[in-house]
């Protein structure tokens, strides 16, 4: 099994920066695909910016040109650089990864989600 730790989650002004961290352990042979997602209250989630293995990275419009997803495969461990913080960043952002585990094949797994909260 595959357990994801984020954290830099916290309060911050609007055009603030924050970087998020998420940290996989376990069961691991390669990962695949890493992601970073968000729910906002009273809506979905939604993908917010994917890294490959090979570090080709894509984003949501909303975030494009502010954030920067990138990962360390020695460490296991991807980020989420946000620069120029909006109030509508505002939302609990999780981990994800596809990884493949030694004799299972591919899994994905989820973080517990770390808040950020954007104030004007």
């Known amino acids: 099994q595959v357990q994801l730790v984020e954290s830099g989650g916290g309060l911050v002004q609007a055009g603030g920066s924050l970087r998020l961290s998420c940290a996989a352990s376990?069961?691991?042979?390669?990962?695949?695909?890493m992601r970073w997602y968000r729910q906002a209250p009273g809506k979905q989630r939604e993908l917010v910016a994917s890294i490959t293995s090979g570090d080709t990275t894509t984003y949501a419009d909303s975030v494009r040109g502010r954030f920067t997803i990138s990962r360390d495969n020695a460490k296991n461990t991807v980020y989420l650089q946000m620069n120029s913080l909006k109030v509508e960043d505002t939302a609990v952002y999780y981990c994800?990864?596809?990884?493949?585990?030694?004799?299972?094949?591919?899994?994905?797994?989820w973080g517990q989600g770390t808040q950020v909260t954007v104030s004007s």
């Open positions: 994800y990864c596809n990884a493949v585990e030694y004799g299972l094949g591919s899994r994905e797994s």
């Open positions: 376990g069961n691991i042979f390669m990962i695949n695909a």
